[in-house]
């Protein structure tokens, strides 16, 4: 592959020296020394060398951090009084001020809260150069011109952004379901053929060897007949054989049209919350690291709750002392039914174990052959529920955590997911999408990700700010887009 010009990478989990200060991150350290030595009165050539025509490289620098929200971080400031999603947006200020000809942002998202999307939003757009962007934000999607849909080793251009990608995509698979249908059809038909072919040529041998045996014909004319008979009968089977293999293979080329991503499917009765059940109680919560919920919450029934809010406001932190992971400093946490939580980091997993020996330490009285039946409907089916969880990718790591919390004994009646979707790309957000569906316990979601949130069918959105208090979808969306 070929590029014009300067590339710009934004890599998705790039950590930065914590001793490095912004002005080293941005990569103007170096001129902004040289500029102060001209203005204390330094005239050496090194110095203009070094600035070039970069004299307002300060002033650039605050107006690209300011765009991204980071306007109040001196350039004097380290990267270690900052926190991980301020230090993503640095990373994106350095490559907004070198001015790169293709700029190339992988997962840029992750870890940014509401109002930090909001600004890198606004930055794709402002970009004037090329960019490409690897992403399972469908907020983020919906600002691109062109998506790329890498499948099988072949990428296929479409025009437009996510929506429009989705429901050009749904127009080719019912074209190609359709097509399955008439391929089916017509290996039915040409079955029937070569049956119905079959039948003639039996009762046509069955005549020929009658009158071979009456001897109606000289022997060497009815010999002559049969050696005819028995080469068109060959052709003849050969004919509709053909024609039966070249519609089996239309048949495989239309069904490999057809997307076949399987879907998780969860079935746990053993979850079930019915409605007005006491789920959970907070009373007058303090939680540690200064947050003060103060009053009151509870959880009754199957709700589906939206934990959102700003890095650093304590979501993380309210999960884990749900989890019981963490003591509260004052008030009370009552949890009234099983519980599991699913951290960001995924770390439920024993790297060493398989995936089965994984969940049964979740579930002790469960046999071999009942675990593998069940994590069947997780996708992991014969030797890949033998891999050890080390092995995973992104996406089957993430199912397998899934699995062994689900599939727990006590079954899960509250799930707490932290971050999700993180580095999941689209096809297994909608299976974990797909999943939750068939999840009848109550569910409490701490997401940036309001789309992914939104497809859940949430029934209670609370901001976590200084305290609990509730919000709405489109407050949250109104967020995004005045950040």
Same mark, same amino acid.
């Given at each position: @592959? ?57 002033? &650039? ?20 009084? !900052? ?47 090329? @960019? ?45 379901? &359709? @097509? ?8 039915? &038909?040409? #079955? ?5 072919? %079959? ?10 060897? #009658? !009158? ?9 004319? !009815?010999?002559?007949?049969? &050696?005819?008979? %028995? ?26 049209? *057809? ?12 979850? #079930? ?41 304590? #979501? ?26 699913? +951290?960001?980091?995924?770390? *439920? ?60 004994? +006590? ?14 790309? @689209?096809?297994? *957000? ?39 208090? +509730? ?7 109104? %967020?995004?887009?005045?950040?």
């Amino acid at each position: @592959m070929r590029t014009a010009g300067e590339v710009g990478y934004l890599p998705q989990d790039a950590a930065l020296d914590t001793a490095l200060r912004v002005d080293e991150a941005l990569g103007i350290a170096a001129t902004r020394t040289a500029l102060h030595a001209i203005e204390a009165g330094h005239v050496q050539e090194e110095h203009f060398t070094a600035v070039g025509d970069d004299w307002d490289v300060e002033e &650039r620098a605050v107006a690209a951090l300011t765009q991204l929200g980071l306007g109040h971080i001196g350039l004097d400031r380290t990267v270690g009084e !900052m926190s991980g999603g301020e230090c993503v947006l640095l990373r994106l200020a350095a490559l907004l001020l070198a001015r790169p000809d293709v700029l190339l942002l992988d997962e840029p998202t992750n870890n940014l809260d509401l109002s930090s999307r909001g600004r890198l939003y606004e930055a794709v757009e402002a970009w004037s150069g090329v @960019m490409i962007v690897v992403s399972h934000d469908r907020e983020l999607l919906e600002r691109v011109d062109q998506i790329a849909d890498l499948r099988d080793g072949e990428v296929t251009w479409y025009g437009g952004a996510y929506s429009a990608y989705e429901e050009a995509l749904a127009v080719e698979q019912e074209a190609a379901e &359709r @097509m399955v249908r008439f391929a089916e059809a017509d290996v039915q &038909r040409q #079955k029937r053929e070569l049956a119905e072919a %079959q039948v003639k040529l039996a009762r046509r041998k069955r005549y020929g060897q #009658k !009158m071979f045996e009456q001897k109606r014909e000289p022997k060497i004319v !009815m010999g002559a007949r049969r &050696r005819r008979a %028995q080469v068109s009968a060959g052709k003849h089977r050969a004919v509709h054989t053909e024609r039966l293999t070249e519609a089996r293979e239309r048949l495989a080329e239309a069904a490999d049209a *057809v997307r076949d991503d399987d879907a998780i499917r969860v079935e746990l009765p053993y979850t #079930k919350v019915h409605p007005g059940r006491g789920v959970l109680r907070l009373t007058e919560v303090e939680l540690r690291y200064g947050t003060l919920l103060g009053g009151g919450f509870e959880l009754r029934g199957p709700e589906r709750i939206a934990l959102v809010g700003r890095n650093g406001a304590g #979501k993380t932190t309210l999960l884990r002392t749900i989890a019981g992971e963490l003591r509260q400093v004052a008030g009370e946490v009552e949890a009234q039914v099983p519980l599991r939580f699913l +951290p960001q980091r995924l770390d *439920v997993l024993d790297e060493e174990l398989s995936v089965v020996e994984n969940v049964a330490r979740f579930a002790p009285q469960a046999t071999d052959n009942m675990i593998r039946a069940r994590l069947a409907r997780f996708l992991f089916r014969g030797q890949r529920a033998d891999r050890p969880a080390g092995t995973l990718s992104g996406g089957e790591r993430f199912r397998a955590a899934l699995a062994a919390l689900l599939l727990a004994e +006590p079954a899960p009646q509250l799930l707490m997911l932290d971050e999700p979707t993180n580095s999941l790309d @689209m096809a297994s *957000v909608r299976g974990l999408t797909e999943a939750l569906d068939g999840y009848e316990g109550a569910l409490i979601v701490a997401s940036h990700d309001v789309a992914f949130l939104e497809s859940l069918g949430i029934t209670r959105w609370l901001l976590l700010d200084g305290g609990l208090r +509730p919000t709405t979808a489109e407050e949250v969306r109104e %967020q995004l887009a005045g950040a």
